[in-house]
Nanobody, 124 residues
Framework: QVQVVQSGGGLVQAGESLRLSCTVS????????MGWFRQVPGKDREWVSC????????NYGDSVKGRFTIPRDNAKNTLYLQMNSLNFEDTAMYYC?????????????????WGQGTQVTVSS
């Protein structure tokens, strides 16, 4: 059975950095594009970043461009989200997604599997 397990997250101060991890099992990791989404209560899930299966195309939402990176390690079946220069508006529940990022373009309807979510809270 497929498992998408997230780790990392927590409470940080504005300007600090944080790294999220997402380890996948039960599927062929390098056959899936991967992405990160985030959501705050009362709002729709927002796309953060996408990476293609081989890591050749990376794409970022405007609000995180230049601050976040989305490396993946196919040998470890793990996706990361490195978040730098965090600000209060980055506070959200972050979700890892397998699928839903074809050619680096996000598509919520195309997500095959979701992680359990990880809370990131940035204090101002």
């Amino acid at each position: 059975q497929v498992q998408v397990v997230q780790s990392g997250g927590g409470l940080v101060q504005a300007g600090e950095s944080l790294r999220l991890s997402c380890t996948v099992s039960g599927l062929t990791f390098d056959a899936y594009s991967m992405g990160w989404f985030r959501q705050v209560p009362g709002k729709d899930r927002e796309w953060v970043s996408c990476i293609t299966r081989d890591g050749s195309i990376l794409n970022y939402g405007d609000s995180v461009k230049g601050r976040f990176t989305i490396p993946r390690d196919n040998a470890k079946n793990t996706l990361y989200l490195q978040m730098n220069s965090l600000n209060f508006e980055d506070t959200a529940m972050y979700y890892c997604a397998a699928g839903g990022c074809i050619g680096g373009i996000p598509n919520l309807a195309g997500v095959h599997y979701w992680g359990q979510g990880t809370q990131v809270t940035v204090s101002s």
